[in-house]
């Protein structure tokens, strides 16, 4: 399977460097932001989704209109859409875009966040909810035939689904770090996506998801996603420089982001971060360059880490986690539209150098 790069799609000039949490929608800037990762070279782009942010079925399609090859990502949290319109709207944008749609499943970190929008199941049964969601998804797109459902969360009596993907089905995404991220996950995904961690936690999840996927009697593997927020410049010394003032901000800005996304005094709920503050207490920096302050300023609130260096240093980094088994290389800034360029012009074919002296296969550059 090819290896592959991720971004994701912000849908105005609002950055975690300079936020602006009230910004609408600015068309003409995210049309822009699209068009860059599809010429950059970037395969996919995620469209994020939280409580409080913008729909991103709706990104997804005007993703699709401004662009060629890149992929939309459409993030869904269960509770949110009833499986059969997701399946339909699925498969719509599917058709729209001649097959470049993935779904990545949000099962839901956080019991304060779930709540905003009538979701009180405990975090278990969350991802139990999430299997029956891919199962439901997988059996509409696999034939217009009628069928029923009798889950512990869905009823389905005679449902039929028109709307069929153009390959026939969508990739599944799902991330986490729980144990019922990766029993879940393991069984039934297409995609896991990791944050970033050193080598050697990467390593041990990506074998815990490899026997899960065994213990489910698969013959096949979720391809691995990886996922770091790197901070460059010409040279490792002055990407170090730059790194300690995209913290200054990061802290400056604390409590904006604090206000929009509140964690619980105990802090954060879901064991991803939990697991990034954890292995942020031994230390600041880990491997070639994977930094770990921007966590701890940020309090853990998705993924946070940081590589620091030069954009060999950068792309050396990232062929790491190639080395170990990722297939999906996700990659985002702090200030967000320039740091999609640099990366395309100064990253991106590094690492595709990189991948070519291994002999490992690649998507086409766009």
């Known amino acids: 399977m090819a290896v592959e790069f991720i971004s994701v799609s912000f849908p105005n000039a609002s950055t975690d460097l300079d936020p602006d949490p009230g910004a609408p929608v600015d068309p003409k800037y995210f049309a822009r932001y699209a068009r860059t990762l599809d010429a950059a070279g970037f395969n996919y782009t995620l469209l994020p989704y ?9 990104l997804a399609a005007t993703v699709i209109a401004h662009t060629d090859h890149i992929a939309p990502i459409v993030a869904l949290r269960p509770n949110t859409v009833y499986p059969t319109v997701a399946a339909k709207a699925l498969a719509t944008l599917d058709q729209l875009s001649g097959g470049r749609i993935v779904v990545h499943f949000i099962a839901g970190g956080d019991d304060a966040e779930q709540a905003r929008e009538g979701d009180f199941l405990p975090k278990n049964e969350r991802y139990a909810r999430t299997a029956e969601y891919i199962r439901i998804l997988r059996r509409a797109w696999a034939s217009p035939e009628p069928f029923d459902f009798d889950g512990k969360y869905y009823q389905i009596k005679d449902f039929r689904n028109a709307v069929q993907p153009v390959r026939g089905t969508i990739p599944v995404s799902i991330g986490g770090s729980s144990d019922e991220a990766y029993r879940v996950g393991g069984e039934l995904a297409d995609i ?11 390593r041990q999840q990506i074998q815990r998801i490899h026997e899960e996927a065994a213990r489910a009697g698969r013959r096949d593997r979720p391809r691995i996603w990886v996922t770091f927020r790197p901070i460059i410049a010409e040279t490792d010394e002055l990407a170090w420089a730059k ?23 105990s802090g954060p709920q879901n064991v991803g971060s939990q697991r990034l503050l954890e292995i942020a207490a031994r230390g600041d920096v880990h491997d070639r360059a994977l930094w770990y ?9 998705g993924a946070t880490t940081a590589l620091v260096g030069s954009p060999q240093t950068i792309a050396d980094s990232l062929l790491d986690y190639v080395d170990l088994g990722a297939e999906l290389i996700s990659i985002r800034g702090y200030d967000n539209l320039n740091d999609a360029i640099d990366y395309g012009r100064y990253v991106l074919p590094l690492v595709r150098a990189g991948l070519a002296r291994r002999g490992l296969p690649q998507t086409a550059v766009a």
């Open 50 to 58: 939280s409580s409080y942010s913008f729909d991103p079925f709706t």
């Open 192 to 202: 896991f996506g990791l944050w970033g961690e050193p080598l050697a936690e990467t």
């Open 243 to 265: 790194a300690h003032r995209v913290l200054d901000k990061l802290k400056a800005n604390a409590g904006v982001q604090a206000a929009v996304r509140p964690l619980p005094e």
């Open 293 to 301: 302050p921007t966590v701890t300023a940020t309090g853990a609130r």
